[in-house]
């Protein structure tokens, strides 16, 4: 063995011939990740015995490796509060990354630790009179970061001292300490927000930053920062010493400011107008949601606005990554539907490119639609027929879409003439409805059946391609919108009834699913009429298969409506059936093209998710987490509508004067036929006069009845008990807003009152419920109808019981529950 192995390798030893290592052996230096890889046992006990050597400890670069081991382990969650006391006395250090580390793992224990809070109170007070003003601001945000509100009185002296230092980090980092103070008492800080609302003309930009960041969050409940026109005017003077992180800020904080008149109004614009010459997308879309908030009252200035900003927009979408690139397109895709006309010169800009993402791919195609106008509606038409062969089989369907789009656009004039962009439009989609792909053969007959509305005198050059659609399509979509043009235009068509004929007597029916059977039906009885003597036996066979159907309801119901209405007589039959024009007017847009309310509310809330949602903000968003653009107040005999982000629960809160006089109010427990007469007047059937809801949901009792949450009902004997025990009670209720099954079951759930089964269809949401008194009492079986085809919607509640006594009560408790989620 080697004279200098002894002290080094220390290892059993069973026998002799084992052999040794020739030469001293040392463990390399810590680097990288090796100070979260090292775990020997006793490291805090060896740690705490380096940290004790500490202030003696002359190199710098082994003072920093004790302190970084430390934080490591604390990072890799070691408790390593063992070592408090030494990492205070390490506080002493004047190496500034040292401080840094040790400020962190002060705030990290300290939160969860009062009494070692205590022990680092003094220290860090200390450093907050530093001669150093970056260890200065560090400590002070260290010390507002303990969140102990036992020690926020050890906090306020320093606080105030530091908002009127002379350094901006230092004051920056006051204003921001102001806030932590508040989360934790707000009484405490009303001085001292007052000082921060002061400081809203600071030289130092970041610091006006951060004092309008605070204020927002101190004020959340009455709408954030306010600002005079004193203030709003020395901001925009100075809005180019700003960041683009601070532009944002002040440019929210501008949409809360109404100008005195219109002079005032352009001025500020033109303060703004540098802006739009940024690179920062954030900056340029903020300055565009202000431009249209201001002038949103003032009738073409929409246009004006769009002419300005269009420049700066089309430069970004030109560059940037794909996201902002997407972003950026959902936002020109609104300012196009505003002003079409502005950016319609600029449509190359919008091709598609090879190299981009599918999403980005899909939006431009959409907006290229919005764009067409009579002088480049050719080149669009030609340049999307190019992507609808793509292999992206979703591109070529929103390509297909676009073109028919185009065909729709009253800024197309339209004509039957030799050349008309109309026929160009015809002409590809009829050659679409050929192409051996089947998605876009189907996308391309829908987008027919669309055109064939908006412009009948087109339907001659669709008519006589429908017979070879109804053979070639399968996708159910487009077979059923090829069904409907055979209806429509079967005067037209030689062959339509026996192309109707081969589709009911065919093995096909039973292959065919529910749109185009009910296609299928309505355009039998429409051609009954136009050809009696041909279809006839057509339409016999259609109606017997139709109300024999088991896969379809609507199917059924709709074939039992149209035999009755044909029993009744043809002509009342016909006035019913046929008698609807389902053309739509050029210069009128589809219904769902026509909300407009919806549009003008988006607006509002440019340059945020909503206009990437297409939704507003109430539709996503939390409303304790919504900014503070929108409508904080609502008028007596409103409702303001909650809804989670993902469209689910809703809370309605009316005012006293949404609800009608007690004596409409229906009573709890009326007999079943007074609420069907009242359901029936809600509906608009006794009376040619609009419907009007004249009940309200009753006022419940007092949950006075304890139920048992562990109580277990099967199946079989729920449906047994339901068929057989009377109803003991009944109600009706209207509802704001949208609702699912699950929002209601959790919602009764809390209640103790448990759920059987519940389901939702196109038309209403249905739910089983059940509970029982505590100590086994009596049993209560409700059911709960919701029909979503009201406007509003209509609950019915429905409660039967066995051996309960508290029927009434129940049902209160019910209606309490749903009360949570828009009742």
């Given at each position: ?221 009455e709408g954030g920062m306010q600002v005079d ?47 739009l010459r940024t690179s920062n997308s954030g ?375 949404s609800l009608p006089p007690p004596q409409q ?159």
């Amino acid at each position: 063995m080697h004279s200098g192995a002894s002290g080094v390798f220390k290892g059993p030893t069973t026998t002799s011939s084992m052999p040794q290592p020739s030469g001293p052996v040392s463990a390399p230096p810590p680097t990288g990740d090796s100070y979260f890889t090292d775990a020997r046992r006793g490291e805090v006990s060896e740690l705490r015995a380096l940290l004790k050597t500490f202030p003696v400890e002359r190199s710098l670069t082994r003072r920093r490796d004790v302190i970084k081991k430390v934080i490591a382990y604390m990072t890799l969650g070691i408790d390593v509060s063992r070592l408090f006391t030494e990492m205070i006395l390490a506080v002493e250090d004047r190496d500034l990354v040292i401080k840094k580390m040790v400020y962190l793992y002060l705030t990290t224990y300290a939160q969860n630790s009062p009494d070692l809070a205590q022990m680092c109170t003094n220290t860090l007070q200390k450093d907050t009179s530093n001669d150093d003003p970056i260890i200065r601001g560090l400590a002070l945000r260290s010390l507002c970061s303990l969140r102990v509100e036992s020690m926020v009185e050890y906090v306020l002296d320093p606080l105030r001292r530091s908002l009127g230092d002379s350094n901006a980090y230092v004051r920056k980092t006051a204003v921001m300490g102001v806030l932590k103070l508040h989360d934790l008492n707000p009484e405490l800080v009303t001085e001292l927000t007052e000082t921060v609302r002061g400081m809203v003309g600071d030289v130092d930009t970041m610091v006006v930053v951060n004092v309008i960041r605070t204020l927002n969050e101190i004020k959340r409940k009455e709408g954030g920062m306010q600002v005079d026109r004193k203030e709003m005017l020395g901001l925009l003077n100075r809005i180019q010493e700003f960041d683009e992180f601070g532009l944002s800020e002040v440019l929210g904080l501008l949409l809360k400011y109404k100008p005195q008149g219109k002079e005032e109004m352009f001025a500020i614009m033109n303060l703004l107008d540098p802006v739009l010459r940024t690179s920062n997308s954030g900056s340029v879309l903020g300055t565009i949601r202000c431009f249209l908030k201001l002038t949103s009252s003032i009738p073409g200035m929409g246009e004006m606005v769009c002419q300005r900003v269009k420049p700066p927009v089309l430069t970004l979408v030109a560059g940037g990554t794909p996201e902002l690139v997407y972003v950026l397109l959902t936002h020109l895709k609104h300012l196009a539907q505003i002003s079409p006309e502005t950016f319609s010169p600029d449509y190359r800009q919008l091709y598609v490119r090879y190299n981009e993402p599918s999403h980005v791919k899909y939006l431009k195609v959409e907006v290229l639609g919005l764009l067409a106008n009579e002088e480049n509606g050719l080149d669009i038409i030609t340049e999307l027929s190019e992507y609808v062969s793509d292999p992206d089989g979703k591109l070529g369907v929103l390509a297909v879409r676009a073109i028919s789009e185009v065909g729709c656009s009253d800024r197309c004039l339209l004509s039957g003439g030799q050349g008309g962009i109309g026929e160009v439009v015809v002409e590809k989609l009829v050659e679409l409805t050929g192409l051996d792909v089947p998605h876009v053969s189907s996308a391309a007959a829908s987008c027919l059946k669309d055109v064939a509305r908006k412009h009948p005198d087109m339907r001659g050059l669709i008519a006589p391609v429908l017979p070879r659609c109804a053979r070639a399509i399968t996708e159910e979509k487009g077979l059923a919108s090829t069904v409907w043009m055979l209806g429509e235009m079967g005067e037209m068509i030689t062959e339509a009834p026996y192309v109707l004929e081969r589709m009911v007597d065919g093995d096909g029916w039973e292959g065919y699913g529910g749109e185009v059977k009910i296609s299928l039906l309505t355009a039998a009885v429409k051609l009954f009429f136009k050809r009696p003597g041909e279809m006839q036996g057509i339409l016999g066979k259609c109606l017997v298969k139709s109300s024999a159907d088991a896969t379809s309801q609507e199917l059924h119901d709709r074939a039992l409506l149209y035999y009755r209405l044909l029993a009744e007589g043809g002509e009342q039959a016909e006035a019913v059936v046929a008698g609807t024009d389902q053309n739509v007017d050029r210069a009128r847009k589809f219904a769902e093209e026509q909300d407009s309310e919806t549009f003008k509310r988006l607006r509002d809330e440019f340059n945020t998710l909503s206009i990437v949602y297409s939704q507003e903000e109430k539709h996503w968003c939390q409303e304790e987490f919504r900014g503070f653009g929108g409508r904080t107040d609502v008028s007596e005999g409103e409702v303001k509508v909650v809804q989670d982000a993902f469209g689910g629960s809703v809370v309605i809160e009316p005012t006293s004067a949404s609800l009608p006089p007690p004596q409409q109010q229906q009573q709890v427990g009326e007999p079943a036929a007074a609420a069907g007469d009242t359901y029936e007047d809600l509906l608009g059937f006794a009376s040619d006069e609009p419907a009007s809801v004249t009940v309200a949901p009753p006022s419940p009792p007092a949950p006075s009845v304890s139920l048992n949450p562990n109580f277990t009902l099967d199946g079989g004997s729920f449906q047994s008990m339901w068929q057989s025990l009377p109803e003991a009670c009944s109600s009706l209720s209207p509802s704001t807003g949208s609702h699912t099954p699950n929002s209601v079951e959790d919602a009764l759930r809390k209640l103790s009152i448990l759920t059987m089964a519940s389901g939702e269809t196109a038309g209403e949401i249905k739910l089983f419920l059940y509970c029982q008194e505590e100590g086994g009492g009596g049993v209560y079986l409700v059911q709960v109808l919701i029909d979503k085809n009201c406007e509003p919607r209509v609950a019915s509640v429905t409660v039967k019981t066995k051996g309960g006594k508290e029927p009434d009560t129940v049902m209160g408790m019910v209606h309490n529950g749903m009360g949570n989620v828009g009742f």
